[in-house]
Every structure is written in C-alpha cells, then in structure tokens.
C-alpha cells in the first residue's frame, strides 16, 4: 500500500484537494498558498533569529568563563 502524508493515500489526498477547490474556489487558492508561505517564512526567519541569539549568548558565557 502506498502511504505518502500521514498516512493518507492518493485517493484521500484527492478528496481532501477537492474539497478544498470546491470550498475556496479556484482564485482563492493562490492568495492562502500565498499566505501560507509567507507565514511559513516568517517562521523560519524568527527561528533563526532566536537560534542565533542562543548562540551568541552561549559564546558570552563560554567567553566570560574563561576569564
């Protein structure tokens, strides 16, 4: 059997994306995917933001012990 998301088959993934068409129509799409993109962006830019600052004071700490 072939399972590709979460356990979902093709013939799920097909009812799943029809119901999204019907439900948003076929110009609305674009403008969430969009949406979606951009949101998934801004996450990551904050992740890396936070990762860096965890860093930087990491490399404070490890810097004024050696002190």
Not at 9 to 38: H, S, T
Request: aromatic share 8%.
């Amino acid at each position: 059997m072939l399972n590709l998301i979460f356990g979902f088959g093709p013939q799920e993934i097909f009812v799943v994306a029809m119901l999204v068409l019907v439900l948003f129509g076929g110009k609305k799409i674009p403008e969430l995917m969009r949406g979606l993109g951009q949101g998934i962006r801004e996450f990551n830019s904050a992740k890396a933001n936070i990762e860096s600052e965890v860093k930087e004071s990491i490399n404070e700490i490890e810097e004024g012990s050696k002190k």
